[in-house]
């Protein structure tokens, strides 16, 4: 447990800051996915079916990198489950602050039962920021920028 503190502190101020801030919209938007109805969460999520560039100035991909590590972060240390459609929200919503576009996926897939289920990515620019490991499994049905 030291050691993770330690290390910690061993990252940028900037960098723990928005752990922290990002940390807590987990926590807001895990509850907010449970509790609000997807159809009012779409209509809040940006232009349904427009993607955004796939280029981004060097500047702003250093910190959707930054972000990326920090969502990482973020769900490997926070006690409860981040849904991946939290988690892309999560995401948006720190890039839409930081004026860097990205785009949300929807996407399905059939599992071994034959029973339909449900994955969220957000992209910016090139980078998957979430939903990664998972990506190469669902067929994208719907997506917002």
């Given at each position: 447990?030291?050691?993770?503190?330690?290390k910690?502190?061993?990252?940028?101020?900037?960098?723990r800051?928005?752990f922290?801030?990002?940390y807590?919209?987990?926590?807001?938007?895990?509850?907010?996915?449970?509790l609000?109805?997807?159809?009012?969460?779409?209509?809040?999520?940006?232009?349904?079916?427009?993607?955004?560039?796939?280029?981004?100035?060097?500047?702003?991909?250093?910190?959707?990198?930054?972000?990326?590590?920090?969502?990482?972060?973020?769900?490997?240390?926070?006690?409860?489950?981040?849904?991946?459609?939290a988690?892309?929200?999560?995401?948006?919503?720190?890039l839409?602050?930081?004026?860097?576009?990205s785009t949300?996926?929807?996407?399905?897939?059939?599992?071994?039962?034959?029973?339909?289920?449900?994955?969220?990515?957000?992209?910016?620019?090139?980078?998957?920021?979430?939903?990664?490991?998972?990506?190469?499994?669902?067929?994208?049905?719907?997506?917002?920028?």
């Open positions: 447990m030291i050691n993770y503190a330690l910690f502190y061993r990252i940028s101020g900037a960098e800051s928005l922290f801030r990002t807590m919209l987990g926590l807001f938007y895990s509850f907010y996915v449970l609000i109805p997807n159809r009012i969460i779409f209509k809040r999520l940006g232009v349904k079916g427009v993607e955004s560039s796939t280029n981004l100035t060097e500047e702003k991909r250093v910190q959707v990198q930054i972000l990326e590590r920090i969502m990482r972060r973020v769900i490997r240390f926070s006690p409860w489950r981040i849904s991946c459609f988690r892309a929200i999560i995401a948006k919503r720190v839409k602050k930081r004026n860097i576009p949300i996926y929807f996407g399905i897939s059939k599992d071994g039962n034959r029973k339909l289920t449900a994955h969220a990515w957000l992209r910016s620019g090139d980078i998957i920021v979430t939903g990664k490991e998972e990506l190469i499994r669902f067929a994208p049905v719907l997506f917002f920028t």
